[in-house]
């Protein structure tokens, strides 16, 4: 069972018939005792850092911190990958998981914000989470805020700086791309999530 | 490198796609699900579900038709026509819809665009601008006009664009209501003057006939995206071939691998 954790922000429609259409059995909840019987977890996001504070008021932190100490296989989409840093200038004050210690913070580039379209994606080969997934494919991103490059980046993505596309350590994964939005290509991404598993 | 986005509309009246887009091998080119799954086989960055259904009964059927089209389809679906409320709008994602359009609403009543940005972020929300041109001012002054382009509103859609901008619109489509329907080219001034005019992403709606037209609002109209219906049906057959003219004149566009 994959579960999807509703925090009150945004549709979550298209994240959950994606996952479906690829096979997966879905839950939806904003319940900790239901992430504890999670095979997997997906955080998903379009809207702001500060939504993550319902994360933290409704117990769901604690609950996700330990779903991926115990090895379940964790996947954050957009503000969902960003939560897994320490925080972002988006909403200072508000943590996030801090598995990866640095911020995120804002395109200070002068191109439009956000950046909004189809994108490529610069992929290390060692990536699982990309594996199978061509050097320099497209990927749909909306957003005005991006994690910095740094040794969990499986993908970098350029606009007029580099930015982390996807991160990725053992169980830990995270894209700022939509992979539900972005046709064959993200799929394949949601398909390779759904079949992780440890070395 | 951030790609321009190639946008297919349907136009939609009772669950039917009513104009613009044919393919060969369909007789009837109606079913909006069948047809926005062959534009995004295509290469089609997104989809645009406009309803242009006037009778009320029309409309319930709405939702229905947006669920099927949404079903199969995995890049950015944008649903719009007459949505009027926040609760319209939150029905329409419920079926599937990654964004929606507002328009003659959101001229009325400013902070809807705020509200349905609030709850479904402001990359959700679409303002639909239809401007046309005022005989002897510039491109800046085009005029905004609203319910489907009968009346006009008195204000610029450079200025409307930017309120909208600063009342959480994710993007703007601009449609110029001069060009629409020529088939004679996009208004790339008019295009140029909102996009410098504002931040969030600018699609350039109307009058597209060939794929140089669309290369001249890449260019000189500084669109971040293009939209368009009949250039599916009349010339160019599908937006895989417009992709492929695009690319050879430097335009970055999405080509399936």
């Not at chain 1, 954050?76 to 200038?89: E, R, Y």
């Amino acid at each position: 069972m994959i579960v999807v954790i509703d925090y009150n922000v945004g549709n979550l429609t298209s994240v959950i018939k994606a996952l479906r259409h690829i096979g997966a059995e879905v839950a939806v909840t904003q319940n900790p005792a239901e992430l504890a019987k999670a095979d997997r977890i997906v955080l998903p996001g379009v809207g702001h850092f500060a939504a993550t504070r319902f994360l933290e008021k409704r117990g769901l932190t604690s609950a996700i911190r330990a779903g991926i100490a115990a090895g379940v296989p964790f996947l954050g989409i957009c503000v969902g990958l960003q939560w897994l840093f320490a925080g972002s200038t988006e909403a200072p004050g508000i943590p996030g998981l801090a598995v990866f210690p640095e911020c995120c913070d804002r395109f200070t580039s002068g191109k439009k914000v956000p950046h909004v379209g189809w994108n490529s994606l610069a992929i290390r080969p060692e990536s699982r989470l990309l594996a199978g997934i061509r050097n320099n494919s497209f990927a749909y991103f909306t957003h005005s805020y991006r994690a910095p490059v740094t040794d969990v980046t499986v993908a970098v993505t350029d606009y007029a700086e580099p930015f982390a596309a996807a991160v990725e350590q053992n169980n830990i994964m995270g894209v700022q791309f939509h992979p539900e939005k972005s046709g064959e290509t993200g799929l394949r991404v949601l398909r390779n999530f759904l079949e992780w598993r440890p070395c | 490198m951030l790609t321009k986005r190639i946008i297919a509309c349907l136009d939609v009246r009772d669950g039917r796609v009513v104009k613009g887009i044919q393919f060969v091998d369909i007789v009837d080119a109606g079913d909006p699900a069948e047809l926005a799954a062959r534009h995004a086989a295509a290469g089609a960055d997104e989809i645009v579900f406009l309803d242009i259904t006037a009778t009320h009964e029309g409309r319930s059927a709405l939702l229905d038709s947006v669920r099927r089209t949404a079903c199969q389809l995995f890049v950015p679906f944008t649903v719009g026509g007459g949505i009027r409320t926040a609760d319209e709008a939150a029905a329409i994602f419920d079926a599937g819809a990654d964004k929606v359009t507002v328009n003659s609403a959101a001229l009325a009543h400013p902070e809807l665009i705020g509200e349905i940005g609030a709850k479904f972020g402001a990359q959700a929300v679409i303002v639909a601008i239809d401007a046309r041109r005022v005989p002897n001012r510039s491109a800046a002054e085009a005029e905004v006009f609203v319910s489907g382009g009968r009346k006009a509103t008195g204000r610029s859609a450079v200025e409307w664009a930017q309120e909208a901008e600063s009342r959480g619109a994710g993007e703007i489509l601009l449609t110029s209501m001069d060009a629409d329907g020529t088939r004679a080219g996009f208004d790339c001034d008019l295009t140029a003057a909102v996009s410098q005019a504002v931040q969030i992403p600018v699609i350039a709606s109307g009058g597209a006939g060939n794929a140089q037209h669309f290369t001249q609002v890449f260019r000189e109209g500084k669109a971040d995206a293009a939209l368009a219906a009949s250039i599916f049906h009349f010339g160019i057959h599908d937006v895989r071939t417009l992709k492929e003219e695009l690319q050879r004149d430097g335009i970055p566009v999405r080509l399936a691998c």
